[in-house]
């Protein structure tokens, strides 16, 4: 099953955004749920997860201000993203992860890509 994100959109530096994931619920309750990027030129980079107990990671260029949270009767997770800027400018996919405590920031432990949402820093 697919993971779609959405949400995305232009936004100015110093701006914030809220991506969106509707995720199963079953994989929800399991697995964790990984957010990645992809810039123009540049590999798919992990931003963020949370697994099943609701227990988060962040890369070093997004803690302080990414912030992944989830609601669970509404089987969506969040990826809050504040003070945006340039480097931020990718599409934002969200997948599937392994049912473990650990929370894995490769991309081969991840399934159910979709098509990701473009997100834009520019003034």
């Known amino acids: 099953v697919q993971l779609q994100a959405s949400g995305g959109g232009l936004v100015q530096p110093g701006g914030s955004l809220r991506l969106s994931c509707s995720v199963p619920e079953r994989t929800l309750r399991r697995n964790a749920v990984g957010w990645f990027r992809q810039a123009p030129g540049k590999e798919r980079e992990f931003v963020g997860a949370?697994?099943?107990?609701?227990?988060?990671s962040y890369s070093d260029s997004v803690r302080d201000r990414f912030t992944i949270s989830r609601d669970i009767p509404k089987t969506t997770v969040y990826l809050q993203m504040n003070s945006l800027n340039s480097e931020d400018t990718a599409v934002y996919y969200c997948a599937s992860g392994p049912a473990a405590e650990v929370l894995y920031t490769a991309t081969r432990y991840y399934t159910g890509w979709g098509q990701g949402t473009l997100v834009t820093v520019s003034s």
């Open positions: 949370v697994n099943w107990r609701g227990r988060t």
